[in-house]
């Protein structure tokens, strides 16, 4: 999955449009369902990929077969992962997952107001097992990981910032994201991610 910095904001929209306004505590639901130690491994196995039930039976080993069906279930009926592929196998049906389907597109304020809480909470969450996949690749790509040879970076900065500081601040991070984004593959070049996440905090002192 490809990450698109524009205007100093990222965006995932899914392609249902279905709503789910109607729903209490979606947010809530869609964290519970994702963060299951088992359901979370399933995610990760998926991840830029397309699996069977046989592959990630094979993958995730520790896992009962049956234990993985239910959960494999779980997640499809809360429209996390989908069902890309059906093919007959010695007369049953073999299933293809992969997360579902999001893409990258630039929306404008309108859009994002009408998104549902359902929705955004999917957006972000596809956000962040892009991330823990990216990072698990990585690990599993080293024998003994380096982060600070590598350069691999992981903090949270807290900053107090009017709207007005802030709009000058993204403009400036655009500025330096729009001028390395022209780097061409190169020897000496390594391929990394910058990821951005920023949310509002609710102070306490006011």
Not at 52 to 60: G, K, S, W
Request: no cysteine; glycine share 2%; charged share 25%.
């Amino acid at each position: 999955m490809t990450i698109i910095i524009l205007d100093n904001i990222i965006i995932i929209k899914s392609e249902n449009n279905t709503k789910s306004e109607d729903k209490s505590s979606v947010s809530k639901t869609v964290t519970d369902l994702i963060m299951h130690p088992i359901r979370m491994k399933i995610l990760l196995a998926l991840v830029d990929q397309r699996r069977t039930t046989q592959q990630l039976a094979e993958m995730l080993d520790d896992i009962p077969q049956a234990t993985l069906y239910r959960h494999l279930n779980k997640l499809v009926q809360g429209d996390v992962i989908e069902i890309v592929e059906e093919r007959p196998v010695r007369g049953t049906i073999e299933k293809v997952y992969t997360l579902s389907r999001l893409g990258m597109v630039n929306l404008a304020a309108a859009d994002i107001e009408n998104a549902s809480k359902d929705e955004l909470m999917r957006f972000f969450t596809s956000f962040l097992m892009s991330l823990l996949g990216d990072f698990s690749h990585y690990l599993s790509s080293k024998e003994k990981p380096d982060l600070l040879a590598d350069g691999v970076s992981f903090r949270q900065v807290p900053m107090y910032l009017s709207n007005q500081e802030y709009q000058e601040f993204g403009l400036e991070l655009r500025k330096i994201l729009l001028k390395v984004l022209e780097n061409k593959p190169a020897p000496e070049r390594r391929h990394r991610v910058f990821s951005i996440v920023v949310l509002p905090v609710e102070d306490t002192i006011k």
